[in-house]
């Protein structure tokens, strides 16, 4: 009997390693009354190996890098936000590049009061162009823009690595005596940070070797709003991006995000928020944006940005431009199934990528 019962569980064992072969449930023994040595489980599952894009495609990375480290109380909240995108293949080496960047301060006083005029947009530096100031102000060998384009133009054909041990020393700027260091004098660290993180973020979204890279930018600080003796005042820098890729005018991929950079202050104008604490982008927040949990909405910014993306990939500047929408959300049955939020910010950014 005992023989018996030894045989019927090898057989047992057996049948559930050959299961686990043919993809289904596995089953694992923990004890056994087999004579030592003869025990045997069945391999744990391998982990799942996500496939490689054919050849020929590339990935669109975006990358927004923000802090508010130099505010002053009863003075500004001051935001420097860089943002990067890329494109790169199944190797990692970046096949386009394209620098931005925004620094602008919402200002307050020691009473709480903004005194800012919050219905100017800010540019970013590349917008800025020469007004920026520094051939004119600072003596530079050139334009922030054009630094940024040089820099820009290093990375391509080099991986996130080669980038970092190529472009910059120890102490964050181009290396002495390289071609970089000749048209790139400004600090560049942050701004390789901001590549290696659009390459890390990178998702293939149906772009092919080829496909012109855009990036488009807005920004506004128009949710801000003064402090009392029953609320903190809030200084507010709201940024949309988008970077896309296309040929002959038609979307071939899409990628959105955005950020809320805010501080608190007080009615004496003193600062209340963290100014050392990562400040996340919509993307990165995922679910802890809370659009679900507290909005009871069918799915989190990221999901609705992406699907919209999806949505929007294939078509024209114009396609994209004539989505039906009422009161700012869209009205196509195939659209709102995925996309609940207002996409007017999402089609105004596409029509200024697409110039």
């Known amino acids: 009997m005992k023989k018996f019962g ?9 049948v559930a390693m050959l299961t686990g072969c043919a993809g289904k449930t ?10 030592e040595g003869t025990h045997v489980e069945a391999p744990a599952p391998a982990e799942p190996v996500t496939p490689e894009a054919p050849d020929g495609t590339v990935k669109i990375g975006l990358a927004i890098v923000a802090n508010a480290a130099s505010s002053e109380n009863a003075v500004k909240a001051d935001y420097d936000v860089t943002i990067a995108a890329v494109t790169v293949d199944n190797n990692g080496v970046i096949h386009d590049c394209i620098i931005d960047s925004i620094g602008t301060a919402v200002e307050f006083d020691s009473t709480g009061t ?36 040089a820099l820009a133009d290093f990375a391509v054909g080099k991986t996130a690595e080669e980038l970092r041990n190529g472009a910059i020393d120890e102490s964050g700027k181009a290396p002495a005596g390289s071609d970089l260091a000749t048209s790139a004098t400004i600090y560049l ?9 659009a390459a890390a973020n990178a998702k293939y979204l149906g772009s092919q070797e080829g496909d012109l890279l855009r990036l488009a930018i807005a920004s506004s600080i128009d949710g801000s709003s003064n402090a009392s003796a029953d609320a903190e005042g809030l ?38 928020t963290d100014l050392t604490a990562p400040m996340q982008t919509k993307n990165q927040l995922g679910e802890n944006y809370g659009m679900v949990a507290w909005g009871g909405a069918i799915a989190e910014w990221d ?28 009205t196509d049955a195939d659209l709102v199934s995925s996309v609940t939020i207002k996409i007017g910010e999402f089609q105004d950014l596409i029509a200024k990528a697409m110039q």
């Open 6 to 14: 030894a045989l019927f569980l090898t057989l047992v064992l057996l």
């Open 26 to 35: 596995v089953v694992y023994y923990t004890e056994c009354d087999c004579p």
């Open 303 to 330: 999901q609705q940005a992406a699907s919209f993306a999806e949505y929007v990939t294939g078509k024209t500047a114009d396609e994209v431009a004539g989505i039906a929408v009422s009161e700012g959300k869209a």
């Open 235 to 272: 200084a507010q820098l709201y940024t949309n991006v988008v970077a896309l890729t296309e040929k002959d005018g038609v979307i071939t991929g899409c990628y959105f995000d955005a950020i809320q950079a805010k501080v608190n202050f007080d009615a004496t104008g003193t600062i209340t």
């Open 189 to 197: 660290g942050g701004y390789v940070s901001a590549i290696e993180a």
């Open 114 to 149: 903004i005194t800012s005029d919050l219905t100017a947009q800010p540019l970013t530096k590349n917008e800025l162009g020469d007004d920026y100031g520094m051939v004119a102000y600072g003596g530079a060998v050139a334009e922030w823009y054009e630094q940024a384009q």
